[in-house]
């Protein structure tokens, strides 16, 4: 092993390090929304899967499957603690509408394209059951109940 790798290996696991916090923290934020999202909606006989989860700033969309039904979560973090703002169709997926609905334009650059490249790795039959969904539901409070 010469130097310089030594010297490269050292820095590459610095960075890691450097970088584990902020990494732990998307992962812990993908938790508690997806924790949310099955305490809110989860049925003993019809089960929510929540995938994906993308994340940018003080926002989050989660797509969301139950029996046949899907749709999208749009969240909003306030004051640390992850709250559903509305339930919506496919339209969550273009960056206008995101800002539509609230999402500062960097914000909804970002999650539009992240929400795209999740996507693209399900299975389409998975992405087409999310884009079932018809229209927007605001959710008062945090809760309403998924109708399907």
Not at 9 to 29: C, K, R
Not at 65 to 80: E, M, N, S
Not at 113 to 137: H, M, N, R, W, Y
Request: proline fraction near 4%; aromatic fraction near 6%; include cysteine.
């Amino acid at each position: 092993m010469s130097i310089r790798n030594l010297t490269l290996g050292g820095l590459s696991f610095a960075f890691f390090m450097a970088m584990a916090p902020a990494w732990a923290g998307v992962d812990q934020d993908e938790a508690s929304i997806t924790q949310l999202m099955q305490q809110q909606f989860d049925k003993p006989e019809a089960p929510l899967t929540v995938n994906p989860v993308v994340i940018q700033g003080d926002f989050a969309i989660g797509g969301w499957a139950q029996d046949k039904a899907g749709g999208y979560a749009l969240l909003k973090r306030t004051d640390g603690k992850w709250a559903i703002h509305l339930c919506t169709e496919a339209a969550v997926k273009e960056e206008a509408n995101l800002v539509k609905m609230s999402v500062p334009a960097d914000d909804a650059r970002t999650l539009s394209a992240t929400l795209a490249a999740e996507l693209a790795k399900l299975d389409p039959a998975v992405v087409d059951q999310l884009d079932s969904f018809e229209g927007t539901i605001m959710i008062e409070g945090g809760h309403h109940q998924h109708g399907g």
